[in-house]
């Protein structure tokens, strides 16, 4: 029996700076010392760009449309320190489903033995979180993942992605599924949007495992084609990168989420939207006391 690896899934909405997170952990995870490898499972294909100095590597499905059987080092690639680089890909555009590519990426990665024979440490699979269904949910309802992450924002419509997923964790976690890890609460600069972050971690029985800070050394470092572990080392933003991957290699206490119902959602945002109003309008100076 070989050592238990541990896998995995960051979640988040397109757009909300889910591969950048998931880039920049397993980034600093490789300089820890950490074997590991990264699979994109969002159609564009673009998840390990930045550990590879912006460079497009072939994904699953490509490759397997153009050969019956796949090697190893056709799909799997080097990136910064030594992080392995996959691309699940997508179908054709406009046909067929967008979860596909994960369930074949999982599948082809399995029969070759991969994660075994490269003695990997911790597999990060990088997943779009607009819709937790087909092959989008497999992390979570397979329990491929032990551990999901999600990457979330104050703004309304990632709050709301999140508390999707949120239900399809506690819908198969009966079944042996996944189970939340925490939320990783990005771009928070503005101090509501951390006070609205926490309400909605509270109120679901989560956790934030980080705030992340919008930050130009973000942005530079992409246009370099890089993480921010790898072009700005020594930034406050790589620390607070370095410390989130510190927390989810140890982290172990995984749960079941408390989503909220639609209706329920849909007030706790109209209570916070008239608080902000109230804020903006001088009525009140702070958010200490809640809405």
Not at 42 to 57: E, V
Request: glycine share 10%; proline share 4%; hydrophobic share 40%.
């Amino acid at each position: 029996m070989g050592k238990k690896i541990k896998q995995i899934a960051i979640y988040g909405k397109g757009g909300i700076g889910k591969s950048t997170t998931a880039s920049n952990i397993s980034a600093a995870l490789a300089r820890a010392g950490y074997r590991v490898m990264q699979v994109g499972c969002d159609p564009k294909s673009d998840s390990t760009n930045t550990l590879r100095g912006g460079k497009y590597i072939p994904t699953v499905l490509d490759t397997l449309r153009e050969k019956p059987r796949v090697q190893p080092d056709e799909v799997i690639f080097k990136g910064f320190g030594g992080v392995y680089c996959v691309e699940a890909g997508g179908p054709a555009p406009g046909v067929g489903c967008a979860g596909r590519g994960i369930i074949t990426a999982v599948q082809l990665l399995k029969q070759l033995h991969v994660f075994e024979d490269l003695d990997l440490d911790i597999v990060i699979y990088d997943v779009l979180g607009d819709v937790v269904c087909g092959g989008f949910a497999v992390p979570i309802r397979e329990g491929i993942a032990e551990h999901v992450f999600t990457v979330c924002s104050a703004d309304f419509m990632a709050i709301y992605a999140a508390n999707n997923l949120f239900k399809g964790i506690k819908k198969y976690s009966r079944s042996g599924g996944a189970l939340l890890g925490g939320l990783i609460a990005n771009s928070v600069n503005a101090p509501y949007a951390r006070e609205i972050i926490d309400d909605f971690v509270q109120r679901t029985r989560t956790r934030v495992m980080a705030y992340i800070p919008r930050s130009v050394t973000v942005t530079q470092s992409e246009l370099q084609g890089k993480t921010t572990i790898e072009a700005a080392p020594e930034s406050e933003q790589a620390r607070i990168y370095t410390d989130l991957a510190r927390r989810i290699a140890e982290h172990e206490d995984s749960r079941e989420p408390f989503p909220l119902e639609i209706k329920e959602l849909r007030e706790w945002a109209a209570g916070w939207a008239d608080h902000l109003l109230a804020l903006e309008r001088g009525e009140i100076r702070s958010l200490a006391a809640g809405i």
